[in-house]
């Protein structure tokens, strides 16, 4: 995705990053505990790490669930970037899949809540505690990215 005067990879392009930190997981689901205990760990004295630890379960889980990390032999990489300040930025690399991520509903034309019992929910809930997300890359492997500038 290209870069827009909204989007903080524009606005922390200038900073000097003070820290970035890479570990790759088997891909499967009992290590999504394992990479929510390594962002948090990491980032634990920012205010908002609860909300960064709640995004890091969800790219984690979906990209277990629709990529090819989930399948037998899969992995999954995090990366945790954190910025001077309160900025941070947390990113899953999956192995790909055959779909791009997408909301499987617009939350505004939801008139049943029925429809979102079963999943749909995590792309919304990301939005709603980041600053800004987005994903780049294809079936052969994807990052999907969220960004924290803090509070």
Do not use: K, Y
Not at 7 to 26: I, N, Q, S, Y
């Amino acid at each position: 995705m290209p870069l827009t005067d909204t989007d903080p990879r524009a606005v922390t392009a200038g900073m000097r990053e003070v820290l970035v930190w890479r570990r790759t997981f088997p891909g499967r689901p009992d290590q999504a505990a394992q990479v929510r205990r390594f962002a948090g760990f990491l980032l634990a004295d920012l205010a908002n790490c609860d909300e960064i630890i709640e995004v890091t379960g969800e790219l984690t889980n979906n990209a277990l669930v629709h990529s090819g990390s989930g399948l037998p032999g899969g992995r999954l990489t995090a990366e945790v970037r954190r910025w001077p300040g309160t900025c941070a930025s947390v990113a899953i690399i999956d192995d790909g899949g055959p779909s791009d991520p997408s909301f499987r509903h617009d939350p505004a034309d939801v008139d049943d809540l029925d429809a979102l019992s079963e999943g749909g929910r995590g792309l919304p809930l990301v939005t709603a505690l980041t600053s800004w997300w987005g994903w780049e890359g294809g079936p052969g492997g994807r990052t999907v990215t969220a960004f924290f500038l803090g509070r």
